[in-house]
């Protein structure tokens, strides 16, 4: 059974930085399309960045050059690195996982069949 914990939640100011972590069980970091995902209140969920089990990443165009998803294979855990953060980056945060057959991966929720619980992130102005 595929398990993530999401953990790195905090209320920092705006231009500062936080990094996310996904601890992952049940499957191998290196063999899983991985994706981060956020739900500001009031809001739908939407993609933030993705990273292939080939270490390609892609990001959403808001958070490019500012967020850097990364994985420890060591550790089976990803992370998302967050530098500049804005009020609008103010959302719960979701690392989610696809299955092992999709070969690529993806910026739709629906691509997605494991998720985390979500951990908050708070930026103040």
């Known amino acids: 059974q595929v398990q993530l914990v999401e953990s790195g939640r905090g209320l920092v100011q705006a231009g500062g930085s936080l990094r996310l972590s996904c601890a992952v069980s049940g499957r191998t970091t290196s063999s899983t399309n991985m994706g981060w995902f956020r739900q500001a209140p009031g809001k739908e969920r939407e993609f933030v960045a993705a990273?292939?089990?080939?270490?390609?990443?892609d990001y959403r165009d808001s958070v490019k050059g500012r967020f850097t998803v990364a994985r420890d294979n060591a550790r089976n855990t990803i992370y998302l690195q967050m530098n500049s953060l804005e009020p609008e980056d103010t959302a719960v945060y979701y690392c989610?996982?696809?299955?092992?057959?999709?070969?690529?991966?993806?910026?739709?929720?629906?691509?997605?069949?494991?998720w985390g619980q979500g951990t908050q992130v708070t930026v103040s102005s």
């Open positions: 990273i292939a089990r080939s270490g390609t990443s």
């Open positions: 989610a996982a696809r299955k092992l057959y999709f070969s690529d991966r993806s910026r739709e929720i629906k691509d997605y069949s494991y």
